[in-house]
């Protein structure tokens, strides 16, 4: 019985001279070895691409202990250590930025900083009584909105420090330096401003 090559019409006595043939003249474990190859290299581009592409989370790394206790505790209005409320304004190119309601709320659940409305009251509330810094609200804010929300010395929000512009921050009407850093009390109101 005779063997013929469909791709060159040599015939072969046997099967396994046919295979030899087509593997050193036709390549078909080259053709294999490309195509095992060409998913390969087509896998490591998709997964890297969406490795680089993967939705990022919104709020800055969460690296140490108050930060995650900021973001993990939720709270009711009840059994509450501590209850402040600082007043925060932000003023970007002369005109008042409205807060949206409810930064830090779901229907079922409060974090430790929130707010009820759009006024800028910020509602401290916590089960322990611990110092709570602005970054902490604008963490909650990121982590609420799905969108990073920046502030300290250098950009508020989606603005940044140019030659013409600067952000600056007064607690209690006087100037403050310590803008993310900034221990939050009891009814002290905030401002800062990008103009």
């Not at 800055?60 to 973001?71: E, K, M, Q, W, Y």
């Not at 659940?109 to 602005?134: R, W």
């Not at 940044?160 to 109101?189: H, P, Q, S, W």
């Amino acid at each position: 019985m005779a063997f013929k090559c469909e791709k060159c019409g040599h015939e072969f006595n046997s099967h396994d001279a046919l295979a030899q043939h087509l593997d050193t003249k036709h390549g078909r474990k080259k053709t294999y070895t490309y195509a095992l190859l060409a998913v390969v290299v087509l896998l490591i581009i998709a997964i890297g691409y969406f490795v680089i592409n993967a939705p990022k989370s919104p709020q800055t790394p969460i690296g140490n202990a108050d930060d995650r206790f900021v973001l993990e505790t939720n709270i009711a209005h009840t059994g509450l250590a501590m209850h402040i409320h600082p007043e925060l304004d932000i003023t970007i190119n002369e005109q008042p930025f409205i807060f949206p309601e409810g930064i830090g709320t779901t229907s079922t659940t409060m974090n430790i900083i929130h707010t009820h409305d759009q006024t800028g009251k910020l509602h401290v509330e916590s089960p322990v009584v611990k110092e709570f810094k602005l970054r902490h609200f604008f963490l909650t804010w990121s982590k609420w909105s799905g969108k990073e929300k920046v502030f300290n010395s250098t950009c508020i929000l989606d603005y940044c420090n140019t030659d013409a512009k600067k952000v600056k921050m007064t607690v209690n009407g006087g100037e403050n330096f310590e803008y993310e850093n900034l221990i939050l009390m009891d009814l002290e109101r905030i401002e800062i401003k990008y103009s």
